[in-house]
């Protein structure tokens, strides 16, 4: 017995440590996942080749990392603004990729109270429908225009994650977004507004004020 013991001390020290209550286990790699990591997939949605191809990245859909009674989410504007299982919103991408992005002035940790209002903002606009239209109302939300105005009405200090582009900025002529725009726009009897502003996952992924979190 004596001497199992200082084998059973060696086994209990060098055992890795456990993952966070309601962690995303092995899906999520090694990440150290903070709040507010703002997480990007490769999205198997209808419109995602369409958003592709206007952007030139299949990183075609993006949320903000949250802790709720101890288990990991995604706060998202998917077919709503809802939570979802951090699991689930990893387990979505196609390939099974996904990339974390992080403020790099929140490298260590989040400051407290901007977390807190980061937090506040992302849980008041749940419910809210997906915007179809990408339109830069608060009414309806899609998923970067989400993230983005959640961080930057919480981070009033710090600048713009990314500047907001128009629609006469992307390119549109392809034969996807051509088509989008034929089944969204043209069957609603809406016009595309070229000076709209927009927020694509691409512009956030870029964003110089964020470090990537390595997997």
């Known amino acids: ?3 199992l013991l200082p084998a059973l001390l060696f086994c209990l020290l060098s055992a890795p440590a456990p993952a966070l209550p309601g ?7 090694k ?3 903070q709040e507010g990591d ?15 191809e206007v952007m030139g990245s299949s ?9 709720q009674e101890s288990s990991w989410f995604v706060a998202e504007a998917a077919a709503t603004v809802r939570l979802t299982p951090l699991p689930e919103f990893l387990g979505r991408s196609v390939g099974g990729e996904f990339a974390v992005k992080r403020l790099k002035a929140w490298e260590k940790r989040p400051a407290k ?6 937090k506040t903002r992302l849980l008041a606009e749940l419910g809210k429908k997906y915007d179809i239209y990408f339109e830069w109302s608060d009414s309806a939300l899609y998923c970067s225009e989400y993230v983005w ?16 582009q128009k629609f006469s900025d992307l390119k549109l002529d392809g034969p996807l977004a051509q088509e989008l725009i034929d089944k969204r726009y043209k069957a609603a009897g809406k ?19 964020l470090l990537t979190v390595p997997q």
């Open 59 to 67: 990183w075609t859909h993006v949320g903000v990392a949250v802790l």
């Open 23 to 29: 962690g995303p286990g092995a899906a999520a790699g």
């Open 113 to 118: 109270k901007d977390l807190a209002k980061l």
């Open 31 to 33: 990440i150290r996942w």
């Open 191 to 209: 016009a595309l507004k070229m000076d709209e502003l927009i927020v694509t996952p691409l512009a956030l992924f870029n964003s110089t004020l």
């Open 1 to 3: 017995m004596k001497n």
């Open 149 to 164: 105005k959640a961080y930057n009405g919480a981070l009033k200090k710090h600048p713009e994650l990314s500047k907001p």
């Open 38 to 52: 703002i997480v990007f997939i490769h999205s198997g949605s209808a419109q995602a080749p369409a958003i592709a």
